[in-house]
Structure formats: C-alpha cells, structure tokens
C-alpha cells in the first residue's frame, strides 16, 4: 500500500517489556519523526531522522531507542516499557524541501500495565 | 526553545457559527507555521499553513494569517458545519523540519 503505516495499530504490553512499534512509508521521505499524543500535551517529539542512518533526539527521547538502516523504516523501541510511556505514537515523514506538509500514519495506541 | 501556545478547549458550536481558535507562538526568527486537524481514530492532517509573514493560509473555507507583529496565527471559518467536528492543532517548523505543536483544541458542532 502507498503511504505511511504503522503497527501493530493497538498493543497492551506489561511494564518492564521491550516493545517495537514500526512505521514504514512508501515515497522515500527523507525526514521520519515518531511523536507522542498525551492529553494536555498535544504530540511531543521523540526522536527524528534526516536521512537514512542519522537520527537525532526529540524533545522527551529518554526510555526509546531508534535506528533507521533503510530510507523507508524508522522503528521505535522501547527498551524497558513503564507506565507513563501508555501513549498513542505518531510515526510521520516528509521531503527534503523546506516547509513541506509532514504525513502522518494512523497511530499505534500502547498501553503499558 | 520554541513554544506554540493555543486556545483551551473544547469548544462547541452550532452548525453554521463562526469560529476562532487562538494560536502564538515562541521561536528564533520566522519559522512556517501550519494548522492540522485530526478527525476520530485517525492521524493527522494538514489543514493549511504559512511560510512567511502576512501570507494567509487557506482550505475548506479555514483561513489563518501569519503576523509576526503579535506572533500569532489564528485559525478562522466563517461558517462551521458538523462535518469539522476535529482536534486542530497549531505547530510550528523547527530548523531540522520536526513541527513543534499546541496542546490541541477539541471542537464540537452541533447541527
């Protein structure tokens, strides 16, 4: 399918887990961002990448891990879930051009116990 | 750092009000700025946006205006139907393109 996914789309995991989130976008974007949404807060940055094996920290890195080895993969990890990362992750991406619109997967809802 | 401050919700409309949702912001220089809108169980959108001062971003009949005067960027429709019944978010761009957003703000429309 053409555009950006994310999965798995919902995902109940216990503290102390490792989690993967993943997000895979078909136009060769250069940038790909994860946010999270938390009521309140709108979507914070968590970690971003401009390229293919750069990336760089958000705002609220700590606890996520990231790589990106391939243009149009950008996984998220949660190394040790905790209960304030219960969030929904935004995975985004967009094109090398200043200004351009950010696209914006589904979303995948976690919920740590 | 840069900041996006933007009016508290929710609010709730009947079909066919005009609304405003207020947005500033904080940040080095003039970055573009951008409204999207998240409908139910789905990701975001963009709405419209700005990339320099006094140019007005528009779609769907939503408009907003960059001053950079009082660093604002509010968001206007002159006529709102049930259908806009959405979370809008204000953001900013940052140096490395990562959008800096508002706390979002819930809008309800009743027919």
Known sequence: DAGITQSPRYK?????RQVTLMCHQTWSHSYMFWYRQDLGHGLRLIYYSAAADI???????DGYVVSRSKTENFPLTLESATRSQTSVYFCASTSRGASYEQYF????????? | GD???????PVTLSEEAFLTINCTYTATGYPSLFWYVQY??????LLLKATKADDKGSNKGFEATYR?????FHLEKGSVQVSDSAV?????EGSARQLTFGSGTQLTVLP
């Open chain 1, 12 to 16: 109940i995991t216990e503290t102390g």
């Open chain 1, 55 to 61: 990336t760089d920290k958000g705002e609220v890195p």
């Open chain 1, 105 to 113: 997967g589904p979303g995948t809802r976690l919920t740590v116990t």
């Open chain 2, 3 to 9: 900041s996006v401050t933007q009016m508290e919700g």
């Open chain 2, 40 to 45: 139910p169980g789905e990701g975001l959108q």
């Open chain 2, 68 to 72: 950079k005067e009082t660093t604002s």
């Open chain 2, 88 to 92: 809008y978010f204000c953001a900013l």
